[in-house]
């Protein structure tokens, strides 16, 4: 069975909220992708593929933009109940859901999160920044001991929008490069956080999948191996030496050994054995991010799968990625 492990839904109680949100871009989107909300369509699609089924996870945007305090909570609920009744009641299109971490939330969400695995959630899902803040501030720190605690993964999912302007004389990111680059960037940048201000090492039995295959960290090996290892060279206003001195090994290794990573590369073949190359084989899962494609929820399904099934690696490595891993990390058994 290839279970397909980050694919984006809206339940259909939740997509109401989200089109009246007012969230610009992204919502416009949604509103006219009928198999991200839809799940007779979404069904048709599974369908399609033969011995394929789906994990469901919420798209974008956050929650953590759509409202304040209590509020996100309540919508990460909402979406969370969404996914439990639809997987309960379409269990061989969708085995599987991912609970909306509100992080944002007071307490980072931990009651919620807490809420949703004891349903039946595979993990949670959370996004590269919270509304503009990075991972590593002191409150989310409840986030990261609670999910150490339950050892359940944790789906990381890049955020940025066109208020990320792309040049500092600019007040906002033209042709969609906020998208094409930046939330490639935006895993990368994510990662290191959580490297360097030691949250790997502190919550050792965290497991982070990282999506469309780690975004630019396969290409940069270089400078995240013998160039950050000189980390601190390079500033004066600050010892970075200390900080290298105070990780439990260099910075490549979490890179590479630490983190999870999905097969998510939009049909690029050249990202696809990248990835295969950096990430240990233990930590990697198919994934293809439908329905988020030219064709509405197929090219990306039909290319990861062909692409996967052309890359020469022994029966029981490819069992690995098509579902093993994934079973490994959830502790979920998923019937063919």
């Known amino acids: 069975m290839r279970i ?57 945007p956050p929650v953590e933009t759509l409202g304040k305090g209590v509020q996100i909570e ?32 007071p307490g980072a969400g931990v009651k919620e999160c807490e809420r949703a ?22 409150e989310f720190a409840p986030f990261w001991e609670c999910m150490n605690k339950l050892g359940k993964p944790i789906w990381l999912h890049p955020a940025r929008a066109a208020n990320f302007s792309d040049y500092l004389s600019e007040q906002k990111s033209k042709y969609e490069i906020w998208w094409a680059f930046g939330w490639s960037y935006e895993t990368a940048a994510a990662m290191a956080r959580l490297v360097f201000s030691g949250i790997m090492d502190k919550y050792p039995n965290l497991k982070i999948i990282t999506h469309h295959f ?29 900080v290298a001195k105070g990780l439990k090994k260099r910075p490549l290794d979490y890179f590479k050994h630490n983190f999870y990573a999905d097969t998510a590369t939009f049909t690029a073949e050249g990202a696809m054995h990248l990835g295969f190359d950096f990430f240990d084989l233990d930590k ?24 996967l099934e052309g890359i020469d690696m022994p029966k029981a490595d490819k069992e690995k990625i098509w579902h093993g891993n994934l079973e490994r990390i959830t502790g979920v058994k998923f019937k063919s």
């Open 284 to 307: 990697i899962v198919f994934a293809s991010d439908c329905p988020f494609d030219p064709e509405q929820g197929t090219m990306y399904t039909r290319e990861t799968l062909r692409i």
């Open 4 to 60: 397909d492990a980050y694919t984006h839904f809206i339940p259909e109680t939740f997509f109401a909220k989200l089109v009246d949100s007012g969230a610009p871009d992204i919502g416009m989107r949604m509103r006219n992708l009928p198999a991200i909300h839809d799940l007779e369509v979404r069904k048709q699609i599974v369908e399609k593929f033969d011995d394929y089924a789906q994990i469901l996870s919420y798209p974008m």
């Open 214 to 242: 780690g975004g630019i960290v396969p290409m940069l090996e270089g400078r995240i191996g013998p160039g950050w290892d000189q980390i601190g060279a390079r500033t004066s206003d600050e010892d970075l030496g200390a």
């Open 74 to 105: 309540e919508y990460a609920k909402a979406i969370n109940d969404g996914f439990a009744d639809i997987c309960a009641k379409h269990t061989r299109h969708f085995p599987g859901w991912v609970a909306e971490a509100p992080i944002g939330a």
């Open 117 to 138: 695995i004891k349903n039946g959630a595979l993990g949670v899902q959370i996004h590269t920044n919270i509304a503009g803040k990075p991972l590593d501030l002191p």
